[in-house]
């Protein structure tokens, strides 16, 4: 399976990195290496003085796909669960100035935090999703402000890539983010609903 995280999809969050709003999604992917453990904690990895977390909404894709239309896209999912792609930003500022690519800064070995339960998406009808850190509210937003939404990702990914079962995608992040260090914990929820704790190690 692959992770494929979608970036600059919050105008919130695209306004307080300072980057401008792009006419179709930004994606790179994550390795099935780059997967958090079940229940394991955090570790700061030694390669990077400025770990952020970004929280994400988390579609598992169902079935096989190739260039789909967006009128089908939701065939091929009905599954949805929260993450972290947490991210090295120093290191990605570095490849963003030399325009090298993200893989040191978003792809390293435990970079994808996936929430053990997903939850079908006709049992929700809103999907709101926060992050709390040290228990206090730190990310907060809803699907409906994606930049560009879950239908319009899949129909443009998979004309790149065929999309297969049990790929992950992390549809971007909210304002918000900011860096974590050793004896922090992050928990997210969708709606009411605690999908993860990790303490930062
Ligand atoms: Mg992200």
Redesign the pocket.
């Known amino acids: 399976m692959k992770i494929i995280?979608i970036?600059r999809n919050y105008s919130d969050h695209v306004k307080e990195m300072g980057n401008s709003i792009s006419k179709s999604p930004i994606f790179f992917l994550k390795p099935n290496s780059a997967l958090l453990p079940k229940r394991n904690p955090f570790f700061i990895p030694n390669f990077s003085n400025e770990i952020h977390y970004?929280v994400?909404l988390v579609y598992k894709i169902k079935k096989v796909g190739k260039s789909i239309d967006q009128s089908f896209s939701k065939n091929y999912y009905s599954e949805i669960g929260l993450g972290i792609?947490f991210?090295a930003r120093d290191l990605q500022e570095e490849c963003k100035k030399n325009g090298h690519p993200w893989e040191i800064a978003k792809s390293f070995d435990q970079s994808a935090l996936v929430s053990e339960n997903f939850m079908d998406l006709n049992s929700l009808n809103k999907l709101n999703f926060s992050l709390l850190k040290n228990g206090e509210i730190v990310q907060e937003s809803n699907a409906n402000k994606m930049i560009f939404n879950i239908d319009q990702i899949i129909s443009y990914v998979s004309n790149y890539m065929t999309l297969k079962t049990g790929d992950l995608i992390?549809t971007?992040?909210p304002s918000g983010v900011g860096p974590i260090k050793i004896g922090d914990s992050l928990e997210g929820f969708i709606n009411d609903k605690s999908m993860f704790k990790v303490n930062i190690k």
């Open positions: 995280c970036g970004e994400e792609d991210t992390f971007g992040t």
